[in-house]
């Protein structure tokens, strides 16, 4: 059994990380408020906007959609992978760098092998991970989250939208955590470019408008406008999320710290008890060889 000193050390340890931990899910508890309030706000707008482009895409010609609809063989691939730029979040970063990693692996392979997978992070966590390997890393955005604004936001869009105009990218994939609550995040891998048919199916709702300017000219319009929030929402889903993920695991980890003090005071109070009783056993065994 360990001696009373070093059992007391340990308590006032685990009594101080405790302390962290607490303080640190009272602010993310804090934050989430606002990035929640911040991405179920987003989300009504850019599933609308999504809709009415498909809408008005679904009878237009491939040819119509601009250069961003362009469907070519897929030769190089851009992968933007959103992380955070802090941890202490549970599995939140090591699930975006898991789902990556798959990706390169599995369904981009080939690519990967001819030198064409790119990988660009927004999160200094994934930007950490991936800027070890110099083939696949393109550079990072982790500035974003000091300001997170829709404008900060487009500029990283403009970036690849460009790059994939110019050919330079034949798809361009995001992946990040989609927020549902504290304690649950997916992780999602969402194809920004080039932009999706939409599906074969029957409309729910058929209307008859009249464009002005025409289809084409609104499409043309809407389309980087679409990118650019679906960029949008991505990161704020992902800051959301980091902030629940990071709340649920300081929670847990307060949780832990209070069953491990619990047993630091058992022990101790047995480590006390014993040495109580060890020294009056000595006093004892000293006062009858005094009286023998």
Known sequence: MANLKEVRIRITSVNSTQQITKAMKMVSAAKLRRAQNAIQQLRPYANKLRDILENLSSTLEESDGGPYAKVRPVSNVLIVAVSSNRGLAGAFNSNIIRTVNRLLLDEYKEQLKAGGVKVLCIGKKGSDFFSKNKNIYLGHHNQVFADLTFENVSAIAEGFMKDFA????????????????????????????????????????????????????????????????????????????????????????????GELLKELRLSYNK????????????????AEALNG
């Open 166 to 257: 110019d050919q330079k990218y034949d798809k361009v994939i995001v992946v990040y955590n989609q927020f549902k609550n504290a304690a649950v995040q997916y992780v999602i891998n969402e194809q920004l470019l080039p932009i999706q048919p939409p599906a074969k199916k029957e409309s729910k709702m058929k209307n008859d408008y009249i464009f002005e300017p025409s289809k084409e000219e609104i499409v043309l319009e809407l389309i980087p406008k679409s990118i650019k929030t679906q960029l949008y929402k991505a990161v704020l889903d992902s800051h959301a999320s980091e902030h629940g993920a990071r709340m649920t695991a300081m929670n847990k980890a307060t949780d832990n710290a």
């Open 271 to 286: 480590a006390r008890q014993a040495a109580i009783t060890n020294e009056i056993l000595e006093i004892v065994a000293g």
